[in-house]
């Protein structure tokens, strides 16, 4: 992992391979660049023709732009890396940063990542205050993330270049409570996040229900979380036909985890339910060629509840965090539950499946429900669940379904806040009525146009009554299968992991509900 910290060194004395700062696009809508505070003491090294000695090499500031050039004289950093803001603030507004939260993150990343080989960078972006550190911060750790466990010595077999080793941040204030405070959360969430992120690319020989659930309990043994693996004895004596239907046609078992974190000062109780298919086949009903190769990343939610619970607990929020797993294989075989099958749910329903690869909504069924029984405050479930709400939403928002208006608007408004596109999305009750089945009390499937919003009109059934719900579909953006961008790298991205961390903090707050 990338090492962070805080220094008020200068620029000019700081040995680093290389010094980060900012440029963005000028405000008066000119070709113009403008050099973004906290780059003054280089600019001051180029007699204040930075900008000018860019827009030379052909710089124009736009967000994630990153331009390498010679540090000046007497610098002991050999290399400055000037990376785009996008827009500068125009003339007027408040001194101090001024760029919104997302282009400092963004450009950060893009910066680390661009920096992949180096032992130490200085980065001198806009710092107003402790806030802006941590989002800095935040995004130089994501985007220095790199997945290399099965390249050879460990390192991209394509540029032979190991992440980013140190993030320096300047402009901070080493020993001010609040910068440190910004800088230990950026610290133990992109840790976190970047551990889904791991979860999420490793291939599925290495990583099913089991193994994942052993991940789960090493990791809670070593934060004080308390963990409960039910395995498939236990899935089946208490009757968890959801998770066991779709687990049964592989040679992994299926599980169902349960992550508690207590805080002895919380008010408030959330559940987080995420779903994990470890690896996604479509059962029975097999999915097309080309439709394949990326089902590791059906665990995607679960792996960003688990991450959520794990941050909660380091950062010891005031608040109780329940984390369900539910964790299946869907494979083809003689085992498997085929198309017309009747689960009977650990809800006691009964559900005629009439496509194996509608698995993800059965596996949540059964631990939505489990969720419900302990009448948390809220219960928010994550899930690559639909295709659907990719073609609605594209690759890069996630859909946001909920039975509380007010509850949807506020994680849509959380997922804003820390820089995770979302959407809010509607729950039609006209659709409710194709998943009629005249077998079972309900189909796994319904129409297919507005098949995103099917799929969240299934989930809310098996939501105890009166309480609190909201269903995120992360099919888009939970792995990127195009070039990486900011501070998301190719494949998994842990979506909705800062969303849930946010939502906790929130809570802890009491300012969620």
């Avoid at 000019?12 to 660049?33: C, E, F, M, T, Y």
């Avoid at 790199?146 to 993030?167: H, I, M, Q, T, W």
């Avoid at 208006?405 to 959380?414: G, H, K, L, M, P």
């Amino acid at each position: 992992m990338t090492a962070l910290t805080l220094s008020t060194a200068a620029a000019s004395g700081l040995r680093a391979d290389a010094i980060v700062v900012g440029v963005a696009k000028s405000p008066k809508g000119d070709k113009g660049l403008v050099v973004a505070p906290g780059a003054e003491a280089v600019d001051k090294g180029y007699d204040g023709k930075l900008a000018a000695v860019l827009e030379t090499l052909g710089a124009s500031g736009a967000e994630g732009e990153v331009t390498k050039l010679p540090a000046p004289s007497g610098f002991k950093a050999p290399v400055v890396v000037a990376v785009g803001l996008g827009a500068a603030p125009e003339d007027g507004q408040d001194k101090g940063t001024a760029f919104d939260a997302e282009a400092l993150r963004r450009a950060a990343g893009a910066a680390a990542r661009a920096l992949a080989g180096a032992k130490k960078a200085a980065f001198a972006l806009p710092v107003a205050d402790a806030a802006d550190a941590g989002t800095i911060g935040e995004g130089a750790l994501l985007g220095a993330y790199s997945f290399d466990a099965y390249k050879e010595n460990g390192r991209n077999a394509k540029n032979g270049k190991a992440p980013l080793a140190e993030v320096v941040l300047l402009g901070g204030k080493p020993r001010d409570k609040a910068f440190k405070a910004a800088v230990e959360r950026a610290v133990a969430v992109t840790e976190e996040l970047n551990r889904a992120r791991d979860l999420i690319n490793t291939p599925p020989n290495d990583l099913n229900p089991e193994s994942f659930a052993a991940v789960a309990q090493a990791a809670a043994k070593e934060h004080g979380i308390k963990v409960q693996v039910l395995d498939e004895k236990a899935l089946t004596k208490g009757g968890y036909g959801g998770i066991l239907g779709v687990g049964a046609g592989s040679a992994a078992g299926p599980r169902l985890v349960k992550l508690s974190y207590t805080s002895s000062k919380a008010k408030k109780h959330l559940a987080f339910v995420g779903k994990g298919i470890t690896y996604d086949s479509g059962g029975i009903s097999l999915k097309p060629a080309g439709h394949n190769e990326t089902m590791k990343c059906d665990m995607s939610g679960a792996a960003a509840v688990f991450a959520a619970v794990v941050a909660a607990a380091r950062l010891g929020l005031e608040v109780n965090v329940t984390g369900w797993l539910a964790l299946a294989e869907n494979m083809p075989s003689g085992t498997a539950t085929r198309p017309g099958d009747v689960l009977r749910m650990y809800s006691g329903k009964t559900v005629e499946v009439l496509n194996t690869d509608a698995e993800g909504r059965l596996v949540l069924a059964d631990a939505l429900w489990a969720a419900s029984e302990e009448k948390p405050d809220a219960i928010v479930d994550v899930a690559t669940l639909t295709g659907a709400m990719m073609l609605a939403l594209g690759n890069r928002l996630f859909g946001v379904m909920a039975n509380d208006d007010a509850f949807r608007t506020a994680i849509v408004e959380a997922a804003e806040e820390v820089g995770e596109d979302s959407w809010p999305m509607p729950l039609p009750e006209h659709l409710r009525k194709g998943m009629d089945s005249p077998t079972a009390d309900i189909a796994n499937m319904g129409e297919r146009m507005g098949g995103g919003l099917v799929a969240g009109l299934f989930l809310r059934e098996f939501v105890g009554e009166g309480i609190t719900w909201a269903h995120l579909d992360i099919a888009g953006p939970a792995f990127n299968e195009a070039a990486p961008f900011g501070y998301t790298p190719k494949g998994g991205t842990g979506t909705a992991v800062r969303t849930l961390v946010r939502l906790a903090e929130l809570t802890a707050a009491g300012d969620l509900g």
